[in-house]
């Protein structure tokens, strides 16, 4: 069964730290370009970051840029996202997702990803 699963989610005051994880298993997840979304209450699901496979090229939404980071550790069938200095505009739920063979022009659009986690739940408040 082919599953991605994240976790790392929580409440952190504004200024503070998230570090996500997305796992993976029953595919070969090297082959994988990994996305991650975030959708807030009453918005459609938005683009954060994502970071090819095979090229390992990553790829930032304006608004996350400079402040996360994303990678992969393919021995680990795992992929993280590293936020830093969070806002509450960060408030959302956090999905990781994948699609073998991703062009670069589909790699900030939802619709081409087939493969989803349930989601994280990340609130910024004090």
């Known amino acids: 069964q082919v599953q991605l699963v994240e976790s790392g989610g929580g409440l952190v005051q504004p200024g503070g730290s998230l570090r996500l994880s997305c796992a993976g298993s029953g595919l070969t997840f090297s082959r994988y370009t990994i996305g991650w979304f975030r959708q807030a209450p009453g918005k459609e699901r938005e683009f954060v970051a994502a970071?090819?496979?095979?090229?390992?090229?990553?790829h930032y939404a304006d608004s996350v840029k400079g402040r996360f980071t994303i990678s992969r550790d393919d021995a680990k069938n795992t992929a993280y996202l590293q936020m830093n200095r969070l806002i509450p505009d960060d408030t959302a739920v956090y999905y990781c997702?994948?699609?073998?063979?991703?062009?670069?022009?589909?790699?900030?659009?939802?619709?081409?990803?087939?493969?989803w986690g349930q989601g994280t739940q990340v609130t910024v408040s004090s």
């Open positions: 970071i090819r496979s095979p090229a390992r090229t990553t």
């Open positions: 997702a994948g699609k073998t063979g991703m062009i670069l022009s589909s790699i900030r659009y939802h619709v081409y990803y087939d493969t």
